[in-house]
C-alpha cells in the first residue's frame, strides 16, 4: 500500500475523510499522541485496525466524535457525573466510558458493553473528524508496544506503506494519551492516568475519583496490562532521584559493554555521563517523553530514566501520574 501524506487543507481533509468513509485507516493528529483512524461502525475497519497496529484484540478502542452531541448517539445513559465532565470539561484530553448504544460493536469494546468516548480538544482533530462525519476509533499511530508518536514523521515510521494515509498536521504538546475515565456506574474511577488529574476531577464532580491502581504496581485490566511504549533497547527506571544510585549504575553498565544514557531531571549532576533531560517540570517532561524515548533509542543502546514524583519535587503536578504510568511500561517494571 502507499500511504498518502496529506495537509489540512480543505480538499486534503475531504480525501482524509472519504478515505475513513470507505473503510481505510487515516494517521491524524490529536493533542495527546496521533490516532490511527478508522470509522467506528465499518466492523472490517475496526479489525484492521488491531491487525495493522498488532494489539490484542480485547484491548478495547476509544471512539472519537468532534461534537458533544453525537455522545447520546453513542451512550445509552449519561449520568449527571458524565454530564458535568462534558459541560464543563469537553473538549480535553480526557475520554469518559459510559454504556454503549448497540450501534457500537463489541470489535470495538472488545466485548465490554461500556464505550470510552473523546472530544479532542485540538482543532486539527476535530476538522479531521468533523470530515469523517462518523465516530472515528483511534488508538495511538504506533505498532502495539512501541512509543507513541507525537509527530507525523514518526507515525511514517511506524505506518507507512500500512494506512492510507496520514494527516501531517502540528507536534502534540500535551505528548501523553487521555486519561480516561469511568462514569458508566456511580463510582468515578480513573482508568489510565494522563493529563486531566483524578485531584481535579474529584473537585469538580464534589467526590473522590477513585484510581484503578498504583502506577508502580502491575494491573490486570483491558487495556492497560501490555507493556506499553518499549523503546527497542534496554530500559530501567529509577524513582527516588538518587544521584550516587544511578552513577553506579550507569558505571556498571559501562564496564558491562553498553553505551547508556541517564534520562534525568538535571542532566549536570553527572559529570562526563551521557546525561539528557526528562523536562523541567511534569508537563514538559509528558510533552517530550515519548519523542525523546525514540530519539534515545537510535543513539543508545541502554536508557537509565528517573522520575522522583513526590509531593514538592519538580515533577509534582497534574500529568505526574501519567508520566510515571508511561515510563513504568515503558521499561516493564524494571526498577533499580
Known amino acids: 500500500m502507499k500511504t498518502r501524506y496529506l495537509q489540512f487543507t480543505d480538499r486534503d481533509l475531504a480525501i482524509a475523510g472519504e478515505l475513513i468513509?470507505?473503510?481505510?485507516?487515516?494517521?491524524?493528529?490529536?493533542?495527546?499522541?496521533?490516532?490511527?483512524?478508522?470509522?467506528a461502525f465499518d466492523v472490517n475497519a475496526v479489525k484492521e485496525t488491531y491487525a495493522v497496529k498488532g494489539r490484542p484484540?480485547?484491548?478495547?478502542?476509544?471512539?472519537?466524535?468532534?461534537d458533544k452531541a453525537q455522545i447520546y448517539d453513542i451512550a445509552s445513559e449519561v449520568n449527571s457525573y458524565a454530564q458535568?465532565?462534558?459541560?464543563?470539561?469537553?473538549?480535553a484530553p480526557i475520554t469518559i466510558v459510559l454504556p454503549k448504544r448497540d450501534i457500537i460493536g463489541g470489535v470495538v469494546t472488545a466485548g465490554l458493553p461500556s464505550v470510552a468516548i473523546r472530544m479532542p480538544q485540538s482543532l486539527e482533530a476535530r476538522s479531521f473528524l468533523r470530515a469523517a462525519a462518523v465516530p472515528v476509533t483511534a488508538p495511538s499511530a504506533n505498532l502495539s508496544g512501541r512509543p507513541s508518536p507525537t509527530t507525523w514523521q514518526r507515525v511514517g515510521e511506524d505506518m507507512?506503506?500500512?494506512?492510507?494515509?496520514?494527516?501531517?498536521?502540528?507536534?502534540?504538546?500535551?505528548?501523553?494519551?487521555?486519561?480516561?475515565?469511568?462514569?458508566?456506574?456511580?463510582?468515578?474511577?480513573?482508568?489510565?492516568?494522563?493529563?486531566?488529574?483524578?485531584?481535579?476531577?474529584s473537585e469538580l464532580l464534589g467526590r473522590t475519583v477513585n484510581i484503578l491502581s498504583d502506577p508502580t504496581s502491575?494491573?490486570?485490566?483491558?487495556?492497560?496490562?501490555?507493556?506499553?511504549?518499549?523503546?527497542?533497547?534496554?530500559?530501567?527506571?529509577?524513582?527516588?532521584?538518587?544521584?550516587?544510585?544511578?552513577?553506579?549504575?550507569?558505571?556498571?553498565?559501562?564496564?558491562?559493554?553498553?553505551?547508556?544514557?541517564?534520562?534525568?531531571?538535571r542532566p549536570h549532576r553527572f559529570g562526563g555521563?551521557?546525561?539528557?533531560?526528562?523536562?523541567?517540570?511534569?508537563?514538559?517532561?509528558a510533552a517530550k517523553l515519548f519523542e525523546t524515548m525514540r530519539t534515545l533509542e537510535t543513539e543508545y543502546d541502554f536508557?537509565?530514566?528517573?522520575?522522583?514524583?513526590?509531593?514538592?519535587?519538580?515533577?509534582?503536578?497534574?500529568?505526574?501520574?501519567?508520566?510515571?504510568?508511561?515510563?513504568?511500561?515503558?521499561?516493564g517494571h524494571n526498577i533499580i
Open 218 to 265: 502491575k494491573v490486570n485490566s483491558p487495556g492497560i496490562r501490555y507493556k506499553h511504549y518499549a523503546p527497542k533497547v534496554p530500559m530501567v527506571l529509577e524513582l527516588d532521584d538518587d544521584c550516587d544510585k544511578l552513577c553506579a549504575f550507569y558505571d556498571g553498565k559501562v564496564a558491562e559493554g553498553y553505551r547508556p544514557v541517564l534520562w534525568v531531571s
Open 84 to 91: 458535568t465532565v462534558i459541560e464543563r470539561v469537553m473538549p
Open 160 to 201: 507507512d506503506g500500512r494506512i492510507a494515509a496520514i494527516l501531517c498536521g502540528e507536534p502534540c504538546g500535551v505528548g501523553i494519551e487521555s486519561t480516561v475515565l469511568d462514569l458508566s456506574s456511580d463510582e468515578p474511577t480513573v482508568l489510565r492516568p494522563g493529563a486531566v488529574s483524578a485531584e481535579y476531577l
Open 21 to 39: 468513509r470507505a473503510g481505510e485507516l487515516v494517521g491524524f493528529p490529536t493533542e495527546t499522541v496521533y490516532g490511527l483512524g478508522a470509522n
Open 57 to 66: 484484540v480485547d484491548n478495547p478502542l476509544i471512539v472519537h466524535i468532534f
Open 273 to 285: 555521563r551521557n546525561a539528557v533531560s526528562m523536562g523541567v517540570n511534569d508537563r514538559e517532561a
Open 303 to 331: 536508557i537509565i530514566a528517573s522520575f522522583c514524583w513526590r509531593k514538592n519535587s519538580i515533577y509534582d503536578g497534574p500529568a505526574s501520574r501519567g508520566v510515571l504510568d508511561r515510563l513504568m511500561r515503558a521499561c
